[in-house]
DNA sequence: AGTGTAATTTTACAAAAGTTAAATTATACT
DNA sequence: AGTATAATTTAACTTTTGTAAAATTACACT
């Protein structure tokens, strides 16, 4: 059986293979044989696209830069629904992102490698947005929007990262849409007794 | 020149650097060699203690949890000062420990492996005590506590382990001893508004 | 001093993972 | 049809890492 042979696509799930196994194990755990599998290729052939682990790497992080979701790059500058604006997108592919920061962060840590720069805009762009809000007097004086920011930042994306501690303590899964509603809820309830309009 | 024997502080020097080692690597990263390395023998002689990785591993949950500091296995009861208390002591060593539950999250999730329990009960007897407190009336009637025990935990671990990210919001090194005063101060003021009294 | 035992080193190996090079096969173009 | 080029497969190699076994050395005890 001849196989039909296409350039494109076999690149197209190289790179999505790639992604998915570098979001989910970070790039030490991550096996070019794992990635090969997943997008139905031998191994060897991602040596004919990518000069090698780290380029590969590298690639799904441009890419994800370009053609991924407008969630990965920028922050959304919306007062009340934080909450829900973050759970409302694509929850899942939007999780397996999440939990690549971490990897990042981790991985970054053990080895002294200063991590990619790309989100850092997105950040500080979120901290602005929250000086505005303290200057029009929506947040109250004794707290700084910086670390608010930060603060924001921890609430929404811990539980997906610690999926297993939020079970614990909640009895329920993060990938429960339930789970999902009551912590939006907390979230919106939480702001409530902060930000004064 | 002849080595003086010494098994005892011997054992003991691998238990510490394979503490350290898989702290900051988590369980793949780690190497062997490094923890022989730094704990100044050769790599075959770990084998004499321990049969092979996943034992000295577990040699090394079984030792926190026994002479480990009391804050790796319990949680604080203080109601005003979580932020404080958390900060308070042996900072450094509680850093590595937190990441290494960043670590046992990723890495558990990665290849389906259960992680270890001995956390849970520490983190439930957490989720009652502000049940308590919601009783008392101290908690506003809208904020679950089950959430708020998971909130307050997001909040007083994520800066510890993105600490690049907490150094794009805030400007300063979450090891900095002026970021751990503001962030605490910060999470006081929060509670602040959150809990009457 | 002599001997058994435990600690440590030396030597060696096996499996896993990344990478390279050569051989094949399909496809587009003439 | 013939050929160049790119896609894919096959075969082979290197490095890294974990592990096992044998050889040595120090120490305690008689």
């Given at each position: 059986?001849?196989?039909?042979?296409?350039?494109?696509r076999?690149?197209?799930?190289?790179?999505?293979?790639?992604?998915?196994?570098?979001?989910?194990?970070?790039?030490?755990?991550?096996?070019?044989?794992?990635?090969?599998?997943?997008?139905?290729?031998?191994?060897?052939?991602?040596?004919?696209?990518?000069?090698?682990?780290?380029?590969?790497?590298?690639?799904?992080?441009?890419?994800?830069?370009?053609?991924?979701?407008?969630?990965?790059?920028?922050?959304?500058?919306?007062?009340?629904?934080?909450?829900?604006?973050?759970?409302?997108?694509?929850?899942?592919?939007?999780?397996?992102?999440?939990?690549?920061?971490?990897?990042?962060?981790?991985?970054?840590?053990?080895?002294?490698?200063?991590?990619?720069?790309?989100?850092?805009?997105?950040?500080?762009?979120?901290?602005?947005?929250?000086?505005?809000?303290?200057?029009?007097?929506v947040?109250?004086?004794?707290?700084?929007?910086?670390?608010?920011?930060?603060?924001?930042?921890?609430?929404?994306?811990?539980?997906?990262?610690?999926?297993?501690?939020?079970?614990?303590?909640?009895?329920?899964?993060?990938s429960?849409?339930?789970?999902?509603?009551?912590?939006?809820e907390?979230?919106?309830?939480?702001?409530?007794?902060?930000?004064?309009?």
């Amino acid at each position: 059986m001849g196989k039909i042979r296409n350039a494109e696509r076999t690149q197209k799930n190289i790179l999505e293979a790639a992604r998915n196994e570098f979001f989910n194990k970070g790039f030490k755990g991550a096996r070019i044989e794992s990635i090969a599998e997943n997008a139905g290729v031998k191994k060897q052939l991602i040596y004919h696209y990518y000069k090698g682990k780290k380029e590969l790497y590298e690639a799904v992080l441009a890419n994800l830069a370009t053609s991924g979701p407008e969630w990965a790059t920028r922050v959304p500058d919306n007062p009340q629904h934080i909450a829900e604006h973050r759970y409302n997108v694509n929850s899942k592919e939007r999780a397996d992102f999440i939990k690549f920061t971490a990897w990042q962060a981790l991985e970054s840590q053990a080895d002294q490698t200063s991590w990619n720069k790309s989100g850092e805009l997105a950040l500080q762009s979120y901290v602005a947005y929250w000086k505005e809000q303290k200057d029009k007097g929506v947040l109250p004086p004794d707290l700084e929007p910086e670390l608010l920011a930060l603060a924001i930042t921890a609430l929404t994306t811990y539980p997906i990262i610690f999926s297993d501690i939020a079970k614990i303590f909640t009895g329920s899964d993060e990938s429960d849409p339930e789970f999902q509603r009551r912590w939006s809820e907390f979230l919106t309830n939480l702001s409530g007794h902060i930000i004064k309009n």
